[in-house]
């Protein structure tokens, strides 16, 4: 019975881990108790031991920690462990089950019995809880064992407490019902599923809605229902039409709405192929080309199949053609143009072949939408505009083109950028494309015969539906998608109206973690695939939302999870994701720089002061999170360049420290006036854009979050007369494009572009720079990342410099500390939203606001390194196989000290890098621009990579 050693092992392996448990058992292979524990003997200890199981992560430690304990005293009541009120529930919930009422008045087969049986049960429920000891045994075995095989096929699980139970598992049935009556002749209404466990019975409609239960039935009638038997349910009567299995049943099969999907389309959609082998046509031999006589066009594909670079569609299945090619036209490869298929990478090409099989069909019977939700980045446009442009040319059966005219709807903003994009890729010639603006109304479109795609708005498709509708689009493309997770809005309601079967939806936001907007995108791509929404919300959400609860059954954590995964097992026939991981592979190798820049003396003497004064202490003790907010702001100003402090943030107002600080500020400090001298920071920035101005033809993004900074950085701009761009959260949203166009272009004299880092939120594209700095970081690594993927991004073919800046033993530093401790390096993606929302305690406040004067780097004394701070003896900054280990390298986590709450391994990353003090050896880090600032550089953390740094 006893087993210790797993739970300190446990224990130990959950912490180190940071709880990977927090779902066991959605997760992992159930464990079934039963199988390892006598059943006869010992009955009670399979619900105990799922009582444990469904807790969250941090009360399964506790519980875990608890049962060690308990299992060496041997004395404590595991009470404290189960609240009372819980069972109470449960007990509840159980004696409800007993509604007899109608049973007692028929003439049945099978007899009523008294509803003793329930409350025997839901005692026997109480009493098993009240074991002392066996329970939290029964845990850690039931979560340690792998699930053992020999589970009888309709079995969930066994039905505790009652005695001389044979049949304790959990049986399905599909049936017929109608109301109860004494009539010979039945008037059945409808089919529904009759779930019969133990001596209960629950009958759900087809939707999944429950219309009756009932309990108290004897064990004997339960067990021998078959084929024809009929039974009393709640006021209904039902007849067993046939058994269902345990499994059709976890998965939703036996319900309405479950999809068909073409066996060769599901074993496809898993592994879509990048590159099918093509198929060697008979014709092969012959130059295959558009320039074919229309007999033989019918059997050519329009580019050569058998190229080694060629993209070739799968061909249909068997049973498309069977329904889709009644004339027995020729099958012909769909081949990818190669001017497009030669520009793809391996994911666009693997995202258009998916498309393809979406939009024809191949992969569900009922439906031809797709949802392409890969991340930013990834280039959903040019896969769109592959398959538009193969589907106008090519189609399998004869060659025949799939479709005539596409719909492109997208938010305002992006009408511009579809239509040059398709210039990018296609040119003028090639394809005609239509925007619908104030100039040009969707009337005159009808009339261009060689136009075969549109690009509207939304806000302009609204206006003019009726005569879209009239048109007649074959494929439509929604970007931005998720705008359409509402059905109830117009927009929704009138392009799901359109009668257009092909339909794809494209969205960069992640829509599996809202289920009620899951199901309202993918009905729209595939109407009716996941059923109605009343038989969605029975089959799937209700059961995975209950799973996802603390303190949820196992049962019904096992029925959530199947649920899950045969929702996720649909909706991956025509939903595609991929993240940014994907495509890092292919990005050119990065340098990253850490830059701690030496404070200059106003800094010091202001920031000291600043940290002393009344109004900044006084946040110690206040609750209003403003107080301390505008103490970091002023600080972080303070960083940026002490005459920042005179002016005032759009959102700011005069607050009693800005007053207090006013008193102190030096005199030849005023608003507008940024002398390099007075800022650390802003002479790194000068040297280095100095020396790359000298350097070349290399043009620099400088990112801030602040407006007044992003000021500051222009004029130093205008003072050396460096021609800038500035794109912030005050550029309207026309402009811009034009702004990244004019920065992206070879020709153009742009020297820096000026971001804000908050408005550079969706898409920008800023890879005509190969630097990026970031003048002063945020809270929320997320929103640097994103700043730092404008550059480093598809796209950029040279090698990328990232620049992050900090002064030296200030607020900068802690947030830097802050960063990387919280995400690693490699920032894993926060919410970005709540970047402005953070909590500090009074002792992270203290040691926010102190300052450390009398060191190079706060950052590297805190990693207590050793290392000569020239990067060792010309080490690597990574452990990889050619290179050798570094010379500071002192391994382990264990010694490096930073503070006990906050686990120390992602300080290890850096650890990793290369630690450089000044003077910046040139043979080492090969930066001119950073070389040229390092009389103002205290000290360097250096890292380069050809793939993302941290994979762990
Ligand atoms: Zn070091």
């Known amino acids: 019975m006893r087993r210790s050693a797993a739970p300190s092992q446990l224990l130990k392996r959950a912490q180190q881990h940071r709880l990977p448990f927090a779902s066991p058992a959605a997760k992992r292979p159930c464990p079934t108790p039963q199988e390892d524990v006598p059943q006869k003997a010992e009955p009670q200890k399979q619900e105990q031991s799922s009582a444990v199981k469904v807790r969250s992560a941090s009360d399964i430690l506790s519980v875990i920690s608890k049962s060690s304990t308990l299992e060496e005293n041997g004395t404590k009541n595991e009470n404290e462990n189960f609240s009372s009120s819980e069972f109470g529930g449960q007990s509840n919930s159980f004696t409800q089950d007993v509604d007899l009422s109608p049973l007692t008045e028929t003439n049945c087969n099978v007899s009523h019995h008294s509803n003793v049986a329930g409350t025997k049960n839901s005692l026997g429920n109480v009493r098993s809880f009240n074991a002392p000891g066996r329970q939290l045994a029964g845990a850690h075995r039931g979560w340690n064992r792998p699930q053992l095989s020999g589970r009888p096929p309709n079995t969930i699980r066994s039905l505790p407490g009652e005695e001389n139970q044979a049949p304790s598992e959990t049986k399905y049935y599909a049936v017929v019902w109608c109301k109860l009556s004494r009539k010979k002749h039945k008037n059945w209404e409808g089919d529904a599923i009759l779930i019969v466990k133990g001596r209960s019975v629950t009958l759900k409609d087809l939707e999944g809605k429950e219309i009756g239960r009932g309990s108290g039935y004897k064990l004997k009638d339960l067990g021998s229902l078959e084929e024809g038997s009929t039974l009393p349910v709640g006021g209904k009567e039902v007849e067993i039409q046939n058994v269902i299995s345990a499994e059709s049943y976890a998965l939703g099969h036996c319900f309405q709405g479950e999809v068909t999907v073409t066996e060769k389309a599901e074993s496809s959609s898993r592994l879509p192929k990048p590159k099918p082998k093509p198929f060697r046509l008979p014709t092969l031999g012959r130059p295959a080309g558009p320039a074919c006589s229309s007999t033989e066009a019918e059997n050519m594909p329009l580019f050569n199949p058998s ?8 061909r249909p299945p068997a049973q498309h053609q069977w329904h889709h090619n009644s004339g027995r036209t020729s099958v012909v490869d769909v081949v990818v143009d190669p001017h497009l298929a030669s520009q793809l990478r391996p994911h666009q090409q ?7 099989e979406c939009v024809m069909g191949f992969h569900l019977q009922t439906g031809c939408g797709a949802i392409l939700a890969d991340e930013m980045g990834l280039g959903k446009t040019l896969q769109c505009i592959t398959l538009i442009w193969t589907l106008l040319k090519q189609g399998p059966y004869g060659r025949r083109p799939v479709v005539r005219r596409v719909l492109v709807v997208t938010p305002s903003s992006l009408t511009s950028n579809w239509r040059k994009e398709f210039k990018k890729w296609l040119g003028k010639e090639r394809l005609g494309v239509f925007v619908v603006d104030q100039q040009n109304k969707v009337e005159q479109y009808t009339s261009q015969q060689h136009t075969p795609v549109m690009i509207i708005s939304y806000e302009m498709f609204l206006r003019n539906s009726e005569v879209i509708e009239k048109i007649g689009f074959d494929l439509i493309i929604c970007d931005e998608a998720h705008r359409l997770k509402n059905p109830a809005i117009k927009t929704t309601h009138l392009l799901a109206s359109l009668p257009c079967k092909r339909r794809i939806l494209v969205t960069g936001t992640p829509i599996q973690n809202d289920l009620q907007e899951l199901f309202a995108l993918v009905d729209f791509a595939n109407p009716g695939v996941l059923g109605t929404p009343s038989s969605f919300r029975h089959i799937y959400e209700e059961p995975i939302v209950a799973s ?14 199947s649920r899950a995964s045969q929702l996720n097992r649909i909706t991956s026939l025509f939903i595609l994701r991929r993240t940014q991981d994907i495509i890092n592979r292919y990005l050119p190798p990065k340098a990253e720089y850490v830059v701690l820049c030496q404070p200059s003396e106003t800094q010091q003497a202001l920031y000291s002061e600043v940290v002393g004064c009344r109004s900044l202490r006084r946040c110690f003790t206040s609750l209003e999170p403003g107080d301390h907010l505008s103490a970091i702001l002023a600080l972080r100003k303070l960083c940026n360049h002490p005459a920042l402090l005179a002016v005032s943030e759009e959102s700011e107002n005069k607050n009693e420290l800005s007053k207090e600080i006013s008193t102190f500020m030096p005199s030849h400090l005023q608003a507008g006036v940024y002398d390099e001298a007075d800022s650390g920071k802003l002479a790194v920035v000068s040297c280095m854009l100095w020396a790359l101005r000298e350097g070349g033809q290399e043009k620099i993004v400088l990112v801030s979050n602040y407006t007044t900074t992003l000021d500051m950085l222009a004029s130093l701009c205008v003072r050396y007369n460096y021609p800038y761009l500035r794109l912030d959260g005050s550029t309207p949203s026309a402009k811009r494009q034009k702004l990244v166009d004019s920065f992206n272009n070879k020709c153009s004299t742009d020297f820096v572009f000026l ?7 969706v898409g920008l594209n800023l890879v005509g720079a190969s630097r990026i700095l970031l003048y002063d970081i945020d809270w929320n690594p997320a929103t640097d990342l994103q700043a730092m993927a404008r550059v480093w991004r598809d796209g950029q ?13 200030t607020l900068d530093e802690k947030m830097y500390q802050r960063q990387v401790r919280k995400q690693g390096l490699s920032g894993a993606v926060v919410d970005a939203r709540d970047s402005e929302r953070v909590h500090f305690s009074t002792e992270e406040l203290k040691d926010l606001f102190t300052v450390h004067w009398d060191t190079a780097c706060l950052t590297h004394d805190l990693l207590e390194c050793e290392c000569d701070q020239q990067g060792g003896s ?4 990574q452990k990889t196989a050619q290179e050798p280990e570094r010379a500071c390298q002192l391994g382990g986590a264990g010694n490096i000290t930073i503070d006990a709450a906050h686990p120390t391994k992602t300080m290890d990353q ?3 890098w290369y630690h450089l003090a000044p003077p910046l050896s040139s043979t080492l880090i090969k930066d001119h621009c950073l070389e040229a600032a390092s009389d103002f550089v205290t000290f360097l953390f250096y890292n380069e990579s050809r793939t993302e740094v941290v994979k762990q």
């Open 548 to 561: 996802q609860q603390p303190n949820t059954p196992l049962t019904e954590k096992e029925l959530g999870a």
């Open 797 to 809: 073919h040279r090698k990328v410099h990232i620049y992050r800046l900090l002064v030296t033993g």
């Open 755 to 761: 971001l804000s880092a908050k408005a550079g939120g």
């Open 350 to 356: 693997e995202g258009v072949v998916f498309l393809y």
């Open 874 to 877: 010309g080490a690597p900054p």
């Open 307 to 314: 190229l080694p670079d060629a993209l070739v569609m799968p």
């Open 910 to 912: 850096l650890q990793n």
